[in-house]
Antibody, heavy 118, light 109 residues
Framework: QVQLVQSGAEVESPGASVKVSCQAS????????VHWVRQAPGQGLEWIGW????????DYARKFRGRVTMTRDSSIKTAFMELSSLRPADTAVYYC???????????WGPGTLVTVSS | SYVLTQPPSVSVAPGKTARITCGGN??????VHWYQQKSGQAPVLVIY???DRPSRIPERFSGSNSGNTATLTISRVGAGDEADYYC????????????FGGGTKLTVL
């Protein structure tokens, strides 16, 4: 069955960077885009960007451009999302999500809590 | 940027029908997806492309979309349906491309 397994919770200081991983199984990794969505405590869902695991192409929400980098290692079916210059407002659960080129988010990872605190 | 507006909360008695709306400019021209998020869990897709249901979702869940409003309808509501519900669209012409509504907390009385 399709599974997205994410790395564990992280605690970072303001100004630091964090890299979250998302390992896929149960389907051909390169056939589906990987999107990243975050949710601050008690808040709604916010889209960060997407990665095409086949080509490595990416697209980021303007809000995050310059601070976010999405990459992949196809040999281990894993996508990565790195966010730099962290601030307390970046404290959130970060989800990786599978999406066909068009269509809905059909599978979600369990989420990775990133806490930014001094 | 494109904006989706949901009511913050909807309450319904057990066994009744809940309707959760999602408003957006000419949203009827877009494909709307709905996600259910129970406390402490990741969201789950319940309706896609306005009115299609994943196979694992009960028939009690249905959707519609026309004009400026999309609607998620849950019939015969039970305690297990209590959750936050989010609508979502893709808008390639705006930033961000993926837009979520603010979410609606469904309370079963």
């Amino acid at each position: 069955q399709v599974q997205l397994v994410q790395s564990g919770a992280e605690v970072e200081s303001p100004g630091a960077s964090v890299k979250v991983s998302c390992q896929a199984s149960g389907y051909r990794f390169t056939d589906f885009y990987v999107h990243w969505v975050r949710q601050a405590p008690g808040q709604g869902l916010e889209w960060i960007g997407w990665l095409n695991p086949n080509t490595g192409a990416t697209d980021y929400a303007r809000k995050f451009r310059g601070r976010v980098t999405m990459t992949r290692d196809s040999s281990i079916k894993t996508a990565f999302m790195e966010l730099s210059s962290l601030r307390p407002a970046d404290t959130a659960v970060y989800y990786c999500v599978r999406r066909p080129k068009t269509g809905p988010y059909d599978y979600w990872g369990p989420g990775t809590l990133v806490t930014v605190s001094s | 940027s494109y904006v989706l507006t949901q009511p913050p909360s909807v309450s319904v008695a057990p066994g009744k029908t809940a309707r959760i709306t999602c408003g957006g400019n000419n949203i009827g021209s877009k494909s709307v997806h709905w996600y259910q998020q129970k406390s402490g869990q990741a969201p789950v897709l319940v309706i896609y492309d306005d009115d299609d249901r994943p196979s694992r979702i009960p028939e009690r869940f249905s959707g519609s979309n026309s004009g400026n409003t999309a609607t998620l309808t849950i019939s015969r509501v039970g305690a297990g349906d209590e959750a936050d519900y989010y609508c979502q669209v893709w808008d390639g012409s705006s930033d961000p491309h993926v837009v979520f509504g603010g979410g609606t907390k469904l309370t079963v009385l």
